[in-house]
């Protein structure tokens, strides 16, 4: 089975439109490489990048499986304006929310551990015992 009719399979049986199933490949396979990457790299902020790097490695992967029977014969120039278009397309929608959250990670204390939180939850042991 040969790339576009798996995809057409998936978007059959899940009965989503192919834009949303490109943001659901993105998050996943960038919640999936946190969740890997977490016993082998520490650090969260590299964490993170790496999996960003996956996500977009994985989206140009996909772009190159849809263009490739133009791309074997012709080569990558003879991709016209409408395929790159569409390339561009779904590499927005694959990478846009994974880069949204990186950046989340990155700059706010959303996602952070702080010290405050602790104490909290000591104090909150400290009252149910």
Known sequence: MDFTAFKINI???TGL???ALHIYVGVGVYLLCLLILRPLIK???LRAFMALLVVVSVALLGE???????IIPKGVFALGVLDIKASLHDL???CLLPLVLY?????LKIFQPTPHTKALLKRHKKMDG
């Open 11 to 13: 978007i059959d049986v």
């Open 17 to 19: 439109a192919k834009d």
């Open 43 to 45: 650090n969260q902020n």
């Open 64 to 70: 190159y499986l849809d263009n490739r029977h133009i």
């Open 92 to 94: 927005i929608n694959t």
């Open 103 to 107: 950046a989340a990670n990155k700059w």
